[in-house]
């Protein structure tokens, strides 16, 4: 099977810019999910999607990131402004159904900005 | 809410040699842990994972980790370590209840040396 789809696979802006990034995963898989990986740390859960509604979003800076899951596929987050301390890589992750441990991620977009 | 610990930030060992990567975690229940590892520029690969049962899970590429409830660990193993095992190695619990998110370690580091 195909596996989880991101894109850009790298990203360069200027701070105060905006930016969107896209995640598609893998057919038939419900649970989406999205983790921001900061240089020398593990990855951190931002937003997590059950088809189409949000899960939770508790870890998400919403002044800044937004994220949505339309149709219950693919998904786009998006950081507008952004910031220094936003350069990290931005991991799509999903799973056949929520409560699923074990999930496929995707390659990840390295954001830097600058 | 739950942690987990990697007290290694990096490890060295020649080709050959045995491994053990350490990781403790801190959860009110039986854990749901992982392992993944994330070459540079790639996403996170499931190495193994543990639910209940056999304390002793083996994994893909020659790896096994051992839940020890009474340590609160969930070490890495490999007898004979490769010169392509050189990533980044994260442990990992998921969360109770329906969401299962996964909380990370900060990672170890591994290098192989000839």
């Known amino acids: 099977e195909a596996g989880v789809a991101q894109s850009p696979r790298y990203k360069i802006i200027e701070k105060r810019q905006s930016v969107a990034f896209w995640c598609n995963p893998i057919s038939g898989h419900a649970t989406l999910y999205w983790y921001q990986q900061i240089l020398g740390q593990g990855p951190k859960l931002l937003i997590q999607f059950q088809n189409n509604g949000v899960v939770d979003d508790s870890q998400l800076p919403k002044d800044r990131f937004s994220a949505e899951r339309l149709k219950g596929v693919d998904s786009t987050l998006k950081i507008q402004p952004a910031k220094l301390e936003d350069s990290a890589v931005y991991l799509c992750?999903?799973?056949?159904?929520?409560?699923?441990?074990?999930?496929?991620f995707g390659s990840g977009t390295r954001l830097t900005v600058v | 809410a739950q942690s987990v610990t990697q007290p290694d930030i990096h490890i060295t060992v020649s080709e050959g040699a045995s491994l053990e990567l350490r990781c403790n975690y801190s959860?009110?229940?039986?854990?749901?842990l992982f392992w993944y590892v994330q070459s540079p520029g790639q996403g996170l690969q499931l190495l193994l994972k543990y639910f209940s049962g056999d304390t002793l899970v083996q994994g893909i590429k020659g790896f096994e980790a051992e839940f020890k409830r009474s340590q609160s660990s969930f070490n890495l193993r490999k007898p004979s370590v490769h010169w392509s095992d050189a990533a980044e190695y994260f442990c990992a619990v998921a969360s109770s209840g329906s969401a299962r998110q996964l909380t990370f370690g900060s990672g170890t580091q591994l290098t192989v040396l000839p």
């Open positions: 992750a999903s799973s056949p159904r929520q409560g699923a441990p074990g999930y496929t």
């Open positions: 959860y009110g229940a039986t854990p749901y």
